[in-house]
């Protein structure tokens, strides 16, 4: 710390500053601050610089600006900035009302009631603020927040500027002039001054010696030693006292509207100081823990000062060249003036200014001459106070052929020019080309122009140096001032290129540390060669081949880069914002580490707090961590770089302070993050941040075991249905099985019931009648049919379907053999639709007759005469309808016979028949139909029945039953 200190005393004080400043970068507006007016800054103890505005409190990391101004407030504007000793910040806005910085949310101090007007406190050891009240001091525990007053005094009587030494507050007292500290406990020391300012002023204590000096209209400063010696200090021009400072016990500052003062108090005391950058309104300044100067103004925001090495002559004046030799040091702008600059004071001497805002555009002295040749609207030599013009138009270099001789670069040739006349131009070479660079060693010339290098040596003709066998497009040359000098090309866009006679030796580019290829100005000092890029001056040191690079990170002002020049390990860069000077051997690596701090967590853009690692479910999973890079001197250039779990590592552009992950899957994620500096130093430190997304219900480990418990009840119940379906299917397979017996035993049924022995006997006796007649023809021909029909009924037997034409054979087969036995009485009439292809259809088998028997045994046996049966078949939609017409006595008729008999017939054909129409049903395939009707006459006494059946029909050609 004393170290910087002292060099602060060694750049700001003595007389020789007056013309020159340190070089500085403004952060303004333009460059993200909120506003221009700042009453005054701090660093706090993570890195942060707090700037109070006067738009309110923001904290800036190099990068952005966060606000904190809470709403309620009198007065926006606040100042006086302060860190207690648990690192929250505290203001005070014009008004006295007091806030402070938790958990970052400013918060209004309500223990501490307003003055009306701005007293600055202290704190003291971290934790009690001291600060002027309406009835004398007051102290607030900023533990327990807890006010109260220590010491009564009128509040008019205390001067507007309150300090510490660090266990007490310093503070002075208008009447009678005199200082008086007091600590935590309301001890009281009085210290008088022996000046007696009138009005308002400042008094301060600084290890036993006090100062004072007026606020208004202020023109000396008032030091007391401690051994009583008094010293006065006259102010360059009288000032208004804004601010009053004291870093280290050391260094007094004083802050004004036309800059700032500083003295060191423990040094012999000057007797006149000067103002540091007089044309800005200063209001305080601090040193970051960088190394780099902060200065806070109002209307001006914030002059950061990266290196005291690096200075700036004249900040207004746009310099476009520099030429430094034995003559001297001398320059050339862009408003087109020339002249010799002492770089003792410094101090410029204009020695020719033109009427003409044309930019100088080379420059070159000849010291036996005293003779200054340049290049502005046209070519000039100046000597003794006179000009001489020449020919050459748009010179672009001058180098020395000899001592009274110089090659010139122009546009439109190559020339030399004897110094004594320079009207006689001698054209050399590249007539009609732009010649933008030449080098020259004894009588050996380089040329540069718009069609390639070349290299032009006596009595020899010239040789193009190529590149990959392609023309060198050159902006500027330079020779190495060995024996066997070595020539160094900028190029337009291939960087810089060492060339030996005419061989390329070596190729410098990005790959080597250029910043970029495209190189305009070059200059060789000593072992070294630097040269100008569009952002950089860079320096290659020929012993180590090393690349150091000096950009607006050092302190060069962030405007164009002209032209550079060298004295006594000096260099001079102009530029359009003065000409800026530093030693050749500055340290050009950013030797401090940047630190990251991860501001805010926000999921789905809601805020979350990093204490632990939180849990989200998987619907936020829209991550975004903003982030503040602390590396002040990096304005802005420090790359972040993140690792999300073990994903490589992925460096962020320069600049980016917030890292998005959008649409993150479920996982545990580890976020690492880390910065690197523009010379490649990471962070110290590595922050990690952890975060769990869990997965949806449906993917959580107690889901899956509900799954597949309820697919394991599944696949259970699948199986017990599936058993229960084979038993079911089984059950119907046996049931089918049962039915086919049981159709097969009502097939032997119908068998039964027609060739059962009631009928068999009947056919036996009609036989045995036609024996006993003699009519041998009738019983022959009953029998053949007998025996014809029980074949036929054998037959039918083993089918389950039979043709129509079968069925109606032994129908009528049947009808025949109960017609003889009635001996002609019974009529039948056995009628068929012309339409039915009887070959083709089929019906169950045997499932006609029993009603036809019935219609015969029940209706027609029971009447003496007349018995007429009609059986017709016909089809009728998909169905073949057969109608069975007796004009019988009728069912009920015939019921009461049996009944009276003492030996009722049992009907065992209708039991097996009805049976059998049951199971046919049964099956799947369409259902046979049967209506039965009794028939009566106009008397209402029965005539017969009508029995009527629908079976559906079955061709041939489906062998399945009906």
């Not at 999921?603 to 982030?627: D, G, S």
């Not at 019983?779 to 109606?808: C, N, Q």
């Not at 032994?810 to 009635?822: G, K, N, P, T, V």
């Not at 219609?855 to 017709?872: C, E, T």
Request: proline share 5%.
């Amino acid at each position: 710390m004393v170290r910087c200190l002292l060099f602060l005393l060694f750049v700001f004080c003595g007389h020789w500053l007056a013309a020159q400043d340190a070089s500085f970068q403004p952060v303004d507006k333009m460059r993200g601050l909120p506003t221009n007016t700042i009453y005054d800054l701090m660093q706090d103890r993570r890195g942060f610089i707090w700037l109070a505005t006067d738009k309110g409190l923001f904290r800036y990391d190099g990068v952005n600006c966060r606000s904190f101004n809470p709403a309620g407030l009198n007065d926006k504007g606040v100042s006086n900035l302060m860190e207690d000793g648990r690192g929250r910040i505290w203001c005070q806005n014009f008004t006295g009302e007091y806030m402070y910085v938790a958990a970052d949310t400013l918060r209004l101090c309500t223990s501490l009631k307003p003055m009306g007007m701005f007293y600055p406190a202290v704190i003291i050891r971290g934790n009690t603020l001291m600060a002027v009240g309406i009835n004398g001091i007051r102290t607030l525990d900023i533990r327990t927040f807890t006010a109260r007053e220590l010491v009564t005094m009128s509040p008019q009587d205390i001067m507007p500027h309150v300090d510490t030494d660090g266990d007490r507050l310093i503070l002075a007292r208008s009447a009678p002039g005199q200082l008086i500290t007091i600590d935590t406990d309301g001890h009281q020391t009085t210290i008088p001054l022996k000046d007696r300012s009138e009005g308002v002023f400042y008094g301060i204590l600084v290890s036993g010696t006090t100062v004072s000096v007026r606020k208004v209209d202020a023109q000396q400063v008032t030091v007391t030693r401690a051994d009583g010696q008094q010293h006065t200090i006259e102010l360059a021009q009288k000032s208004l006292i804004q601010n009053l400072k004291v870093i280290g016990k050391r260094w007094l500052y004083l802050f004004t509207p036309a800059g700032f003062y500083q003295i060191d108090l423990l040094q012999k005391l000057p007797k006149r100081v000067t103002a540091q950058f007089a044309n800005r309104n200063c209001t305080n300044l601090i040193r970051d823990r960088e190394g780099n100067l902060w200065v806070s103004t109002i209307n001006s925001g914030l002059c950061q000062i990266p290196s005291l090495d690096v200075r700036v002559i004249d900040p207004a004046v746009p310099f476009s060249r520099v030429w430094a030799g034995e003559g001297g040091l001398f320059y050339g702008t862009s408003t087109n003036e020339v002249g010799r600059l002492d770089h003792r004071l410094p101090a410029r001497k204009p020695m020719y200014r033109g009427t003409t805002n044309a930019e100088v555009l080379s420059l070159f002295y000849n010291a036996p001459r005293q003779q200054l040749l340049f290049n502005s609207d046209q070519f000039y030599g100046l000597r003794q106070g006179k000009i001489n013009f020449s020919q050459i138009l748009s010179a672009k270099d001058v180098e020395p052929l000899g001592p009274d001789r110089v090659a010139v670069a122009a546009t439109g040739m190559l020339s030399s020019l004897p110094l004594n006349n320079l009207g006689k131009v001698e054209k050399m070479a590249h007539e009609g080309q732009r010649v933008r660079a030449v080098a020259t060693h004894g009588q050996t010339i380089y040329a540069a122009t718009s069609k390639g290098l070349w290299l032009h040596r006596p009595n020899q003709p010239p040789v193009e140096i190529r590149f990959t066998n392609q023309p060198l497009a050159i902006t500027d040359l330079t020779l190495t001032d060995e024996a066997e000098p070595t020539l160094y090309a900028a190029s337009v866009n291939e960087g810089v290129f060492a060339i030996r006679g005419e061989h390329i030796v070596q190729h410098i580019t990005t790959r080597n540390g250029l910043p970029d290829n495209s190189v305009y100005r070059i200059r060789a000092y000593k072992r070294q060669v630097w040269w100008l890029t569009e952002t950089a001056v860079q320096c290659f040191d020929l012993r180590t081949g090393l690349v150091r690079t000096y950009d607006r990170t050092d302190g060069l002002p962030d405007v164009d880069l002209k032209d550079l020049a060298f004295v006594n390990d000096t260099v001079y860069v102009a530029t359009q914002a003065g000409l800026v000077r530093f030693p050749t051997n500055l340290n050009a690596l950013n030797r401090n580490a940047p630190k990251v701090i991860a501001t805010s967590f926000l999921v789905n853009q809601q805020p979350y707090p990093m204490l632990k690692p939180p849990r989200f479910t998987h619907e936020q999973n829209n991550v975004e961590v903003h982030l503040s890079v602390l590396s002040f001197r990096s304005l802005g250039g420090v790359r972040v770089q993140y690792q999300l779990n073990a994903q490589p590592w992925t460096a962020t552009e320069p600049g980016t302070r917030t890292l998005l992950f959008p649409s993150l899957s479920p996982d545990a994620y580890t976020l690492r993050i880390r910065a690197i500096n523009e010379d490649n130093l990471p962070s110290r430190g590595v922050v990690v941040l952890r975060f769990q997304i869990d997965k949806p219900f449906w993917q959580q480990y107690w889901f899956l075991v509900f799954c597949l418990v309820g697919l394991l009840a599944i696949l259970y119940w699948s199986y017990r249905l599936r058993l229960a379906r084979l038993a079911r299917e089984s059950r119907l397979e046996a049931e089918k099985t049962a039915l086919r017996q049981e159709l097969q035993q009502s097939r032997l049924t119908a068998i039964k019931s027609q060739m059962n022995p009631h009928f068999i006997f009947n056919a036996l006796n009609t036989i045995q009648s036609y024996i006993y007649l003699n009519d041998k023809q009738a019983a022959s021909s009953y029998l053949v049919k007998f025996s014809e029909l029980t074949r036929i009924i054998l037959d039918m037997s083993s089918d389950e379907t039979v043709s129509l034409t079968d069925e109606i054979k032994a129908i009528r087969l049947y009808l025949e053999l109960e017609q003889m036995r009635f001996e002609d009485t019974l009529h039948h009439t056995l009628q068929v639709d012309s339409e039915l292809d009887s070959d083709q259809i089929r019906i169950p088998s045997m499932l006609i007759q029993p009603y036809i028997e019935n219609a015969i045994k029940h209706g027609l046996m029971h009447k003496k005469n007349d018995r007429k049966l009609v059986v017709d078949f016909r089809r009728h939609e998909s169905f073949l309808q057969i109608t069975i017409d007796d004009n019988g006595v009728g069912r009920q008729k015939s019921g009461e016979i049996n009944e009276q008999r003492a030996k009722r017939h049992e009907s065992f054909a209708t039991q097996a028949n009805q049976k059998r129409l049951e199971l046919l049903n049964d099956t799947d395939q369409p259902h046979i139909g049967i209506v039965i009707t009794d028939k009566h006459d106009p008397a209402g006494v029965a005539s017969g029945t009508t029995v009527v059946l629908q079976i559906p029909v079955v061709f041939k050609t489906n062998t399945a039953h009906a």
